[in-house]
């Protein structure tokens, strides 16, 4: 594989608001979105799944209780069921009412105004392939044109779940996808090479500084989650770091 010295120029900012804006705002909303964009932020990570009737809609959880009105698991409601839910009372009074958005909601707000996006793919339970399917599916009907006319890029997939990002290169394989990790095994990144992956997205603490080297000679790119102290930040940039995912979006300053 090359290295991405030589490889196609990377597309996204290495400075990624996580979950939007998601401590400013109500995560995984619009409203985390505009605060984000806001504060001069381009580039957006955020968790998308399936509501029961196969809509693509942004939650974190697989349940409902921690950011929303409602209780139970996430893909047992309808997308109009759960485009009715308050998911920003929990968060502060300001955000009462706030929906949770469509993916269809977000990819109008991000190709409206040129923001790039990171789209972690957090399937309910048994809806792993589904999953990958309908959001890959979903990202070439909203992203193609913009894409084919040179005024956008192509979302990052990312998962933690194989056999979710499998699904979605069957699905559309153009799609850049990342696989995520919050430990290293033996055979991390041979999944990784397998999957057809371009990058992997690793818990901050396990980047290093000959991972790094290591992984950029085979051809893969390197981003870190959730890197919120200045001097982490500092270091894992100066060490190559390709993106850097955070939730301190109002005391950094994006960069390229």
Excluded at 117 to 135: F, I, S
Excluded at 138 to 143: D, P, S
Excluded at 239 to 249: E, M, N, P, Q, R
Aim: net charge negative.
């Amino acid at each position: 594989m090359p290295d991405p010295d030589t490889a196609t120029p990377w597309p996204y900012p290495r400075w990624i608001a996580h979950r939007g804006a998601g401590r400013l705002a109500p995560e995984n909303t619009l409203a985390a979105f505009r605060a984000g964009a806001a504060l001069g932020w381009r580039a957006f990570e955020c968790d998308v799944k399936l509501s029961a009737d196969g809509v693509p809609f942004l939650l974190h959880d697989d349940t409902l209780e921690r950011t929303t009105d409602a209780a139970g698991s996430a893909g047992d409601l309808n997308w109009g069921e759960l485009s009715r839910l308050d998911a920003g009372s929990w968060h502060s009074r300001v955000h009462a009412g706030e929906p949770p958005p469509s993916l269809d909601a977000v990819a109008a707000f991000c190709l409206r105004n040129g923001h790039l996006l990171n789209l972690e793919l957090k399937p309910v339970p048994g809806e792993e392939e589904r999953t990958g399917q309908v959001v890959a599916k979903t990202v070439r009907q909203r992203w193609g044109e913009a894409v084919r006319d040179g005024l956008s890029v192509w979302p990052l997939l990312s998962s933690f779940e194989p056999r979710t990002l499998a699904a979605a290169h069957e699905a559309v394989p153009e799609l850049p996808r990342a696989l995520l990790l919050d430990a290293l095994t033996p055979d991390c990144f041979d999944i990784a090479e397998r999957l057809d992956c371009v990058a992997v997205v690793l818990e901050e603490s396990l980047v290093t500084e000959d991972l790094v080297r290591t992984l950029h000679h085979d051809g893969l790119r390197v981003l870190a989650y959730t890197v919120n102290d200045a001097s982490r930040a500092e270091l894992l940039l100066d060490l190559g770091l390709d993106g850097l995912i955070t939730d301190a979006v109002d005391r950094f300053v994006p960069g390229i």
